[in-house]
């Protein structure tokens, strides 16, 4: 009886760590975030789209959907995701690319700049794009952990 109080201890410990170390727990949590669009200031508040798209399905297991675009308000550019979600996962990162077939791996994401974490795995958010960066149009949902993509949004 001893043997198999230790042996479900053993299973048991193991099954934690491993799933700590993995994030597996993750997959079953929902972060909502709801941030709303960024408006202009001054005279005229205008917010400009300037490319938009749709996240797709990369496979069975990470799959995103909602609306990504590109959008101007106060002399801002701005990655919003609309209506989006997205499997969540470990330490899952937001990019733009110009790379126009994203994959599995870095190098087919080609040049990329991180904008941050991603906020939540659904709902509205916003991400700032830093100045120097025109023509990164495709944006990415990466686990930075394992190298895994999760969902992108072909924008145009």
């Given at each position: 009886?001893?043997r198999?109080?230790?042996?479900i201890?053993?299973?048991a410990?193991?099954?934690?760590?491993?799933?700590y170390?993995?994030?597996f727990?993750?997959?079953f949590?929902k972060?909502?975030?709801?941030?709303?669009?960024?408006?202009?200031?001054?005279?005229?508040?205008?917010?400009?789209?300037i490319v938009?798209?749709?996240?797709?399905?990369v496979d069975?297991?990470?799959?995103?959907?909602?609306t990504?675009k590109i959008?101007?308000a106060?002399?801002?550019?701005?990655?919003?995701l609309?209506?989006?979600?997205?499997?969540?996962?470990?330490?899952?990162?937001?990019y733009?690319?110009?790379?126009?077939?994203?994959?599995?791996?870095?190098?087919?994401?080609?040049?990329?700049?991180?904008?941050?974490?991603l906020?939540?795995n659904?709902?509205?958010?916003n991400y700032e794009?830093?100045?120097?960066?025109?023509?990164?149009?495709t944006a990415?949902?990466?686990?930075?952990?394992?190298?895994?993509?999760?969902?992108?949004?072909?924008?145009q």
């Amino acid at each position: 009886m001893k043997r198999y109080i230790i042996l479900i201890l053993v299973i048991a410990g193991s099954i934690l760590v491993i799933d700590y170390f993995f994030g597996f727990h993750t997959y079953f949590q929902k972060t909502e975030v709801f941030e709303p669009v960024p408006s202009g200031v001054g005279e005229e508040p205008e917010v400009k789209t300037i490319v938009q798209g749709s996240f797709v399905e990369v496979d069975l297991v990470h799959k995103g959907s909602g609306t990504a675009k590109i959008i101007e308000a106060d002399g801002k550019r701005i990655l919003r995701l609309e209506n989006f979600e997205v499997t969540n996962g470990p330490d899952l990162y937001v990019y733009l690319s110009e790379s126009r077939t994203p994959g599995n791996d870095l190098k087919s994401i080609d040049k990329y700049i991180i904008l941050g974490p991603l906020k939540g795995n659904k709902g509205d958010q916003n991400y700032e794009i830093p100045s120097p960066f025109v023509g990164y149009d495709t944006a990415i949902i990466w686990c930075q952990k394992f190298g895994v993509l999760f969902s992108y949004a072909l924008m145009q």
